[in-house]
């Protein structure tokens, strides 16, 4: 549905129903995805979890915004130890359209300990700031913030004791889903980068239904014109410093963007779902990788 925009004689300035309301004032209702659960060790897996917070600085921002200097959170998570390994690495970022939602979710919370506990990772899942009250390229910003705070655990003397006891650097991967999964992939485009200096390589990264958008519709997108137009608020909405749905944050494919090739990684995994009116996007961003030599 598309969003409910309002008269200025409202106290309402628009409103995405179910999901997130914006009064004139500036105040914002978050009407999705506020539940917390706190961190635990799972009774069913083993797993552990416990919150952290990360110091974000205006050296480690991956755009040209105004300089800033705050702390996020992050939950990690460690899996059951059978025995004295190193593990991989997963740096995870959640969906919500950038607006909502957060690691501490209980449907979150739940979906990653099933990841530790089947894929055997130390896992570090992202709070990133939201919009609107912090427009991209904030989330961006804290996520390349929280992908530098875990390499400086490479060798072993970082501030969190799970990275520098069980983690190995060499095998470091990003992943998110939706919104989550765009911020993977600009951080992977960041981590290509050997300006940003980042001192680990990443290994992989798996994009689960990932939000990527466009002007010009392809495949099924033509097809629900009330669903098309939500969508194509959507990016206007998170980012109105560059609000053309052809930005290639949002649309990597599109003319002049950034080459696919320069992605600071060794190898993706696309996911897309069948009645996801995002998965030709998708299919397209698989296609033009796999042309990027």
């Known amino acids: 549905m598309e969003p409910d925009h309002k008269s200025s004689k409202s106290e309402v300035a628009f409103e995405w129903p179910s999901i997130i309301r914006v009064h004139k004032d500036g105040r914002v209702e978050r009407l999705f995805g506020t539940d917390v659960v706190p961190p635990s060790t799972d009774p069913e897996t083993g797993v552990s979890s416990k919150d952290i917070t990360i110091p974000v600085t205006a ?14 959170s992050a939950r990690l998570y460690l899996p059951k130890l059978t025995e004295s390994r190193k593990l991989p690495v997963l740096i995870y970022f959640h969906g919500g359209a950038f607006c909502v939602c957060s690691p501490f979710n209980a449907a979150y919370h739940s979906y990653l300990n099933a990841v530790v506990a ?22 961006y910003e804290d996520s390349w913030a929280a992908i530098q705070w875990a390499a400086s655990h490479c060798d072993g003397d970082g501030p969190e004791a799970w990275l520098n006891e069980h983690a190995d650097f060499g095998r470091v991967f990003l992943s998110g889903e939706s919104a989550g999964a765009n911020i993977a992939h600009n951080m992977a485009m960041a981590a290509g980068k050997p300006e940003r200096g980042l001192n680990i390589r990443l290994l992989g990264v798996a994009l689960v239904h990932p ?24 990016w206007p909405f998170v980012c109105p410093s560059k609000p053309d749905n052809d930005e290639p944050w949002v649309n990597p494919m599109t003319d002049g963007a950034p080459s696919l090739a320069g992605l600071g990684c060794r190898m993706v995994l696309m996911c897309v779902a069948e009645k996801d009116i995002l998965r030709d996007r998708g299919r397209l961003y698989h296609e033009v990788l796999g042309r990027s030599g």
């Open 211 to 234: 939000f990527f958008w466009g002007s010009n519709p392809i495949g099924s997108e033509a097809l629900p014109p009330n669903t098309r137009a939500y969508v194509d608020w959507l």
């Open 59 to 72: 050296a480690a921002s991956t755009t040209t915004s105004e300089p800033s200097s705050h702390v996020i």
């Open 118 to 139: 089947k894929a055997k990772v130390v896992l570090v899942s992202v709070n990133y700031r939201k919009a609107p009250e912090h427009p991209i390229p904030a989330a």
